[in-house]
């Protein structure tokens, strides 16, 4: 009789509690593998990504606000934001002076979002929460319900600007997340991507002047011409993630240097997402 107890506690009880522990236990964070991590978040503590990006890739911010603007003086009521790399929160201050709704940002930096979630003031009308993850983190569907509860739905727009290049430096296939995010974007939603590259037509030699500039001017440790995703590939990852591209614009980021900045206006056109990548 005690032997049968003892099998049936081994057997059947005692992996059941060591299971349930191991569920419900809450796991402490793992620090994130991100490169450049320090780099943002020291931007972030002291002069802040205004004064470091959007002053230092003048014209690239200048379309970037000037198509985002455009979108949301069409929005009616509630907006849903997603903000795939959405820095220390200049974004969802400019989305606060046109929308009322909700805003969920992700980015690796935890100053960034430290400073994202108190930059916008509660009686704005927007509602601004963040998550200090890397951006795949929305590859995994419970991160999914994680952003739907807070926006209260699916996002109608989705941003991922000028952080391609550096969330690649950790996840190389932009493709997965691309598709994840497809399919957390509301059907007819915007998705806004836009990004650097060198183009083809640049020397060797140009592109390290470029380099430079950019160390000297922003203090960031400039990608490597490799690091870049160019505006084909960006094309074809959208497309294969299930966006059609209403327009697709590029500008030189400032009168100093030739690197290009492209944005993307897109559309998610599937009930499924086209590709057929599995998610996880
Ligand atoms: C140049 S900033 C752009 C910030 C903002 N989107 C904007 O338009 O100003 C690049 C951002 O990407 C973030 N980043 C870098 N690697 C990332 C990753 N793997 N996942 C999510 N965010 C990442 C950085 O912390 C930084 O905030």
Redesign the pocket.
């Known amino acids: 009789m005690l032997y049968i107890a003892a099998i049936w506690w081994g057997v059947l009880i005692l992996p059941s509690f060591t299971n349930r522990s191991l569920i419900d236990l809450p796991m402490e964070k793992q620090p994130l593998k ?1 490169p ?1 991590q320090k780099e ?1 978040d020291h931007f972030a503590a002291n002069r802040g ?1 205004e004064k470091v ?2 002053s230092s890739y003048s014209k690239a911010y200048a379309l ?1 606000s000037f198509v985002l603007s455009d979108y949301l003086k069409q929005v009616k009521s509630d907006l849903k934001v997603l ?5 220390d929160g ?2 969802a201050e400019f989305v606060s002076n046109f929308a009322k709704g909700h805003y969920f940002g ?4 935890a100053e ?1 979002i430290r400073k994202l979630e108190e930059r916008v003031p509660e009686n704005s009308g927007l509602k601004v929460t963040g998550v200090t993850e ?2 795949e983190w929305i590859v995994n569907p419970k991160s999914c319900r994680e952003i739907e509860k807070f926006l209260g739905g699916k996002p109608d727009l989705i941003i991922c ?3 391609c290049h ?2 690649r ?3 190389p296939d932009l493709r997965k997340v691309f598709a994840a995010a497809s399919s957390i974007l509301k059907q007819d939603g915007t998705i806004l991507v836009g990004d650097y590259y060198f183009p083809e037509d640049m020397t060797q030699d140009e592109v390290e002047e470029d380099r430079n500039w950019i160390k000297n001017e922003t203090g960031q440790t400039p990608t490597l011409r490799s690091g870049f995703i160019i505006r084909n590939e960006m094309e074809l990852i959208l497309e294969s993630a299930g966006f059609i591209s209403d327009t697709a614009r590029e500008i030189r980021a400032n009168r100093d240097i030739s690197i290009i900045y492209y944005l993307f206006v897109s559309r998610k056109t599937f009930s499924q997402t086209k590709t057929s990548l599995p998610l996880s």
């Open positions: 991100v450049d943002f990504f990006f959007n970037f903000d795939i790399g959405c820095g200049w974004t992700i980015d690796s930096s960034s890397s951006a600007n000028a952080a550096q969330i430096k950790s996840y």
